[in-house]
């Protein structure tokens, strides 16, 4: 066996001396209403059940009228047969009970049996029935609360994205309200389901004898109060290893992933990783084993409670009994209606407690639409087919909490024909001022026209029709390469404009895709079956593809070579040139690549310190030439840093 290693299994860590040597974890923000149920006592709870309740109905009513009537009048349907049911049995015993000889008193309580058959079977029926209807709904919501969230989020203005809150928000209304709208209408049926099994089971307790109902009230209750306790507990809990469990998670995730695989072996973390998992599964095992003794200290408790409660009850019953009070029929009847009642009240108990927390986290999905709706741009109803120039007239944009302009009161032309480069150090606003040209941003100061137009007067959509962006962080899609390309213009079918390899030839990527394993239908992304994986310039030769089959009048390229090898950024460069029907805004760092544009515009902080072409600024002198001669001193032969000291 000599040259197989094998791993050392990882030293056993000593018993923890603090919690753990990794710092804290803030809370998660799907959670940030947890401790809202926990804090809040079972019958504030119970009193804003109608209101939730009417919330949860109106949402299913709106999904789905039929299944909504459904569920619930099957479920009210169900509770009669259940009243119906117990009246029969009580019938039943009676005869039974009754003095005379067997045969007799068998014949005489065939038809209640007939009719409490009857109603154990059609109450069966009806449940069944309601479950359907209850499961039919439930992924109807599903499906309207998801369509409406991304309608809004796909929709809303590109600078609600930069607001922390806003994105806070729709992590949480997508994360926990999207889930929780179905749990709030399954636990509304629940719970009606729960109190009609209740009153059902009271009422048929209440025609037999009025005395039984509070006997039955008093040998429901303590069960009813042990779930209470019981649930809340368990939430309690929850919270408190919620922290420890993510780390876990977290800890797990870095030691069997193929992005970190690398890492941990190159710098030995195996030992450190294994030994902060050990103690974070022992803390979570001591803690499971806590939670286990207290639930069943309380569950004995309950237990025993009941017990107590249903030997109290059979006491009664057997006092009243022995009076005359009650039947001996309607006794037995009492026991089997205590069975029913337990269980409906169980139900209606964990349906009360869940509703209220579902309800908190659906009104985080509402709160989140209606922020979101009021960030839908309104756009102007102008037709737009193309420009001749659009002037950007002292433009500024401020960044939601920032104190300093991104772009400061910034004046351009862009032409249609016309190669302009923005050019400028790192931060320099570059970036913002081609998005306020694409129409990604409103612009808080200033104005920008289309041929004379206030930009905000234009139909968006027909504005975005005309603009391409090949923008510095993109998204690697997890579609074919072709559908990646296509997604340019994915309404586009056949009609002016370059093909799919067309494109790719044009972005140095044909023959990239080529040699992929299924060339353009290869899936780019390792999480599917057969599905691949580009290096970074291999993917921004696909955008820049995608970027050209948008065959647009207006294209803007952020660094659109930055990854790119100096062939393919060659390549890139020639089709990047002037084209009579196209303005181009070029944005890169690589100055060779701009000495041809017809203007370059040199951004220092937000404002625009020169314009002109490259001979012009560099006999101008300034930014522009100093950056442009650093670079450039770069390639000189024989060029060499200064020895230190
Ligand atoms: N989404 C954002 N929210 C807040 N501030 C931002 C945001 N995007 C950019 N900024 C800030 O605005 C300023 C201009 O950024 P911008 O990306 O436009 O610069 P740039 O010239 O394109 O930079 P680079 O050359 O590094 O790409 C920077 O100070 C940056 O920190």
């Not at 994915?490 to 023959?511: C, I, L, N, Q």
Request: aromatic fraction near 6%; proline fraction near 4%.
């Amino acid at each position: 066996m000599a040259g197989v290693i094998r791993p050392r299994p990882p030293s056993e860590p000593e018993e923890p001396v603090g919690e753990t040597t990794l710092p804290e974890l803030v809370d998660p923000h799907w959670m940030h209403r947890a401790t809202e149920l926990a804090h809040t006592g079972f019958w504030s709870v119970a009193r804003r059940l109608p209101a939730l309740i009417r919330e949860a109905i109106s949402l299913a009513w709106a999904t789905s009228r039929r299944d909504t009537a459904a569920s619930l009048g099957l479920n009210v349907a169900a509770g009669v047969l259940t009243t119906l049911g117990l009246l029969a049995t009580t019938g039943v015993l009676h005869q039974l009970f009754a003095a005379g000889p067997t045969p007799d008193r068998i014949r005489a309580a065939l038809p209640a049996l007939a009719v409490a058959a009857a109603a154990v079977a059609g109450r069966g029926a009806l449940t069944i029935a309601a479950g359907w209807a209850q499961a039919r709904l439930v992924p109807q919501i599903n499906f309207t609360v998801e369509r409406r969230l991304f309608e809004t989020t796909s929709a809303v203005e590109l600078a609600a994205f930069d607001d922390a809150g806003f994105a806070e928000e729709m992590d949480r209304a997508r994360d926990r309200g999207l889930a929780e709208a179905g749990s709030l209408v399954n636990d509304t049926v629940n719970l009606v389901t729960g109190v009609v099994g209740v009153i059902a089971t009271a009422t048929a307790v209440t025609i037999i004898h009025p005395l039984l109902l509070p006997c039955l009230v008093v040998a429901a209750a303590p069960e009813a109060v042990t779930a209470v306790r019981m649930a809340r507990r368990q939430h309690v809990d929850w919270l408190a290893r919620i922290t420890r469990r993510r780390r876990k998670w977290m800890l797990g995730d870095l030691m069997a992933n193929r992005h970190t695989a690398a890492e941990i072996r190159v710098y030995q973390m195996r030992d450190f990783l294994l030994s902060e998992y050990h103690l974070m599964t022992r803390l979570e095992t001591r803690a499971e084993l806590r939670l286990a003794r207290a639930q069943t200290v309380t569950r004995a408790i309950g237990l025993s409670i009941t017990g107590v409660a249903t030997f109290g009850l059979y006491v009664v019953l057997g006092a009243l009994l022995v009076g005359g009070v009650v039947a001996l029929a309607a006794a037995a009847t009492a026991l089997l209606a205590l069975q029913s009642a337990r269980t409906s009240l169980r139900t209606a108990v964990f349906a009360t407690n869940s509703l209220y927390e579902d309800a908190l986290y659906y009104q985080d999905y509402r709160d989140f639409l209606d922020r979101a709706t009021r960030r839908i741009p309104a756009g102007g109803h102008l037709p737009v087919a193309g420009f001749t120039r659009i002037d950007v007239e002292r433009v500024s944009l401020r960044y939601p909490d920032t104190d300093t302009a991104a772009v400061d009161e910034v004046s351009l032309t862009v032409r249609r024909g016309e190669v302009i480069a923005l050019v400028g150090e790192n931060g320099s606003g570059k970036t913002t001022l081609a998005k306020l040209i694409a129409g990604l941003y409103r612009p808080t100061g200033g104005t920008i026209r289309w041929d004379g137009v206030d930009a905000a007067e234009l139909d968006p959509r027909q504005t975005a029709a005309q603009v391409a962006v090949m923008s510095q962080d993109w998204w690697k899609f997890p579609f074919t390469a072709r559908q990646n390309i296509r997604a340019g213009r994915h309404d586009r079918a056949g009609g002016p404009g370059p093909s799919v390899e067309t494109a790719a030839r044009d972005a140095a990527a044909h023959d990239m895709i080529s040699e992929l394993p299924f060339g353009y239908d290869t899936l780019l992304d390792r999480q599917f079956k057969n599905g691949q994986d580009l290096s970074g310039g291999q993917w921004q030769r696909l955008v820049a593809a995608r970027g050209l089959y948008r065959d647009a009048r207006l294209l803007i390229c952020d660094e659109p070579s930055a990854a790119l090898d100096a062939r393919a950024e060659h390549a890139l460069f020639q089709h990047l040139r002037r084209h009579p029907d196209r303005a181009v805004v070029l944005i890169t760092h690589r100055l060779a690549n701009v000495r041809h544009a017809d203007r370059i515009l040199v951004m220092d902080h937000g404002r625009l310190v020169q314009s002109g072409d490259h001979d012009t600024l560099m006999a101008q002198g300034g930014l522009y030439r100093e950056l442009f001669e650093l670079q450039a001193a770069g390639y000189l032969a024989g060029s060499a840093e200064p020895a230190d000291g």
